[in-house]
């Protein structure tokens, strides 16, 4: 509810600044939804994740999967790295020589440049994955460009659910009795 009043918010100011409409922007938290609706508390809730005892298992049924989101996802495990920071990692971001990742600043939520060191296992997975000439993205999606977040989180379902199918217990966070999500491997981590 908070992110939709925040786009309304954003459209009304958008539509102010243009002149399409004149006076307050209704959508407004501040001195306009506060004062009537008062403090809202927002409850923090963590991803699902898998326990750690449990990553070796997921990561064997992982690498017997084929395709760009299997790829991205391991690297997201191994670089504890959020999804977004590896959908969007480029090869010119990758030192091979110093075995290092070098996300800028530009693409970091803190807005800092952040450096990983890559294991050889993460080395050894970027060396098996083709460079495309059209682009430089490591992780194409099959049409070309970027993979969305949501090709990692459909994988991890189906993997859930060929597991669950097979008479396994699948591959869901015991504290929330949910199925684990890209990020949850953070916590895993």
Known sequence: ???LRGRIETILD???ACEYREGDNPAAWKGMLEPIL???????RAQPSLPYQEIGVFMDKLRQRN???????????LTAARSGEVLGATWSEIDFTKKIWVIPKERMKAGKEHRIPLSETALKLL???????????????PRGGTLSDMALT??????HTTAVDAGGQGFIDPKQ????????????F
């Open 154 to 159: 459909t994988l991890i379902r189906r993997m």
């Open 67 to 77: 395709g760009s989101a299997a790829q991205a996802l391991e690297f997201v495990i």
């Open 177 to 188: 009795n949910r199925v684990a999500t890209p990020h949850g491997f953070r916590s895993t």
């Open 14 to 16: 958008y539509a102010k």
């Open 1 to 3: 509810a908070d992110r």
């Open 127 to 141: 060396a098996t994955i083709p460079r495309m000439v059209s682009s430089d993205y490591i992780f194409q999606a």
């Open 38 to 44: 008062g403090k809202v508390k927002h409850e923090v």
